[in-house]
């Protein structure tokens, strides 16, 4: 019990819990974007086919919209350890060595964001520098673009913080384990998405070990 206190209120536990809204409010944009993009759609064949007005600039739109509902959510999904992982060797092993396993991935993966990040920043400066437009309805473009560096620099944050709880754990194994993805069994992962939905992910693990 005293171990558990001592890690809610370590410095790693609080920059977890403390970058928790970010993530929650950019997969909360990402919603957004699709359910407006939704409205959309149905706005646009009504319009199209009830008053032959369709919206101007309609596949732009669409276009622009990919990069906040491709991109925004990835932080929180891996914050939920909801990204698609082969577990068939990690799963086979425990202690140490899992938490070494997964702080070697968190650092590569860390190096493959940090490499989308600087050609994403690329893009997007050439796209504010050069005025850059849409075909039809020549919108701009270097918002959409900015997004994407920003979406994934919060990955990299992400990572970041479970790369660190994943050493801390290679190095005491019998720590409490804090922002770091923790294997659960279906009857546990069912349970902790449901107190996710319910906006109860303030403890220390939840259903990735970090909330």
């Given at each position: 019990?005293?171990?558990?206190?001592?890690?809610?209120?370590?410095?790693?536990a609080?920059?977890?819990?403390?970058?928790?809204?970010?993530?929650?409010?950019?997969?909360?944009?990402?919603?957004?974007?699709?359910?407006?993009?939704?409205?959309?759609?149905?706005?646009?064949?009504?319009l199209r086919?009830?008053f032959?007005?369709?919206?101007?600039?309609?596949?732009?739109?669409?276009?622009?919209?990919?990069?906040?509902?491709?991109?925004?959510?990835?932080?929180?999904?891996q914050?939920?350890?909801?990204?698609?992982?082969?577990?068939?060797?990690?799963?086979?092993?425990?202690?140490?060595?899992?938490?070494?396993?997964?702080?070697?991935?968190?650092?590569?993966?860390m190096?493959?964001?940090?490499?989308?990040?600087?050609?994403?920043?690329g893009?997007?400066?050439r796209?504010?520098?050069?005025?850059?437009?849409?075909?039809?309805?020549?919108?701009?473009?270097?918002?959409?673009k900015?997004?994407?560096?920003?979406?994934?620099?919060?990955?990299?944050?992400?990572?970041?913080?479970?790369?660190?709880?994943?050493?801390?754990?290679?190095?005491?194994?019998?720590?409490?384990?804090?922002?770091?993805?923790?294997?659960?069994?279906?009857?546990?992962?069912?349970?902790?998405?449901?107190?996710?939905?319910?906006?109860?992910?303030?403890?220390?693990?939840?259903?990735e070990?970090?909330?």
């Amino acid at each position: 019990m005293a171990q558990d206190i001592e890690a809610e209120h370590s410095l790693l536990a609080r920059l977890h819990r403390g970058f928790m809204p970010i993530e929650d409010f950019a997969n909360l944009a990402a919603a957004a974007a699709i359910m407006l993009l939704m409205v959309l759609g149905v706005l646009q064949i009504v319009l199209r086919t009830v008053f032959n007005t369709p919206i101007t600039g309609y596949i732009d739109l669409v276009e622009l919209s990919m990069a906040s509902m491709a991109f925004l959510g990835a932080a929180y999904t891996q914050r939920l350890g909801a990204h698609i992982r082969m577990e068939l060797l990690v799963g086979r092993l425990s202690g140490r060595a899992l938490w070494a396993i997964e702080a070697v991935g968190a650092a590569l993966a860390m190096f493959i964001i940090a490499v989308l990040i600087y050609h994403s920043f690329g893009h997007f400066l050439r796209a504010y520098t050069l005025g850059d437009t849409t075909i039809d309805a020549e919108f701009q473009t270097w918002p959409s673009k900015l997004l994407v560096p920003i979406a994934f620099t919060i990955w990299w944050v992400r990572l970041a913080l479970q790369f660190v709880g994943a050493l801390r754990l290679a190095i005491f194994p019998d720590a409490t384990p804090i922002a770091v993805v923790v294997a659960k069994d279906v009857a546990e992962q069912a349970q902790d998405e449901i107190h996710e939905v319910m906006g109860d992910d303030g403890d220390l693990q939840g259903p990735e070990g970090t909330s």
